[in-house]
Nanobody
Framework: QVQLVESGGGLVQAGGSRRLSCAAS????????MGWFRQAPGKEREFVAG????????YYADSVKGRFTISRDNAKNTVFLQMNSLKPEDTAIYYC???????????????????WGQGTQVTVSS
């Protein structure tokens, strides 16, 4: 199973931007759809964004649509989440995940994902 490591989290002011990265080791991400999830204190983990294995299709939660952009660089075995116009309600631990099944388009249910990173904290101050 591929190992995933997120980075790029930190403290940012409301209205600011942050770019998260998810690097893989022990395998290739290039044949798997990827996703970003987040979990805020006291809340369930929720889907944020997904991208197909080719990068040609993306899907976003309504709460981040127009502000967040998911992308991937298969040559670097890395997936990104560009977060703009951040709000305090975006504060959460952000996780990347790899689909269980190769060559799918976009998946958004957490049960569809087989490999998870350890998460990176994003805190948005008001």
């Amino acid at each position: 199973q591929v190992q995933l490591v997120e980075s790029g989290g930190g403290l940012v002011q409301a209205g600011g931007s942050r770019r998260l990265s998810c690097a893989a080791s022990g395998g290739t991400l290039s044949i798997y759809a990827m996703g970003w999830f987040r979990q805020a204190p006291g809340k369930e983990r929720e889907f944020v964004a997904g991208i197909s294995w080719t990068g040609g299709s993306t899907y976003y939660a309504d709460s981040v649509k127009g502000r967040f952009t998911i992308s991937r660089d298969n040559a670097k075995n890395t997936v990104f989440l560009q977060m703009n116009s951040l709000k305090p309600e975006d504060t959460a631990i952000y996780y990347c995940a790899a689909d269980k099944t190769p060559w799918t388009v976009v998946v958004s249910q957490s049960t569809d994902f087989g490999s998870w990173g350890q998460g990176t904290q994003v805190t948005v101050s008001s």
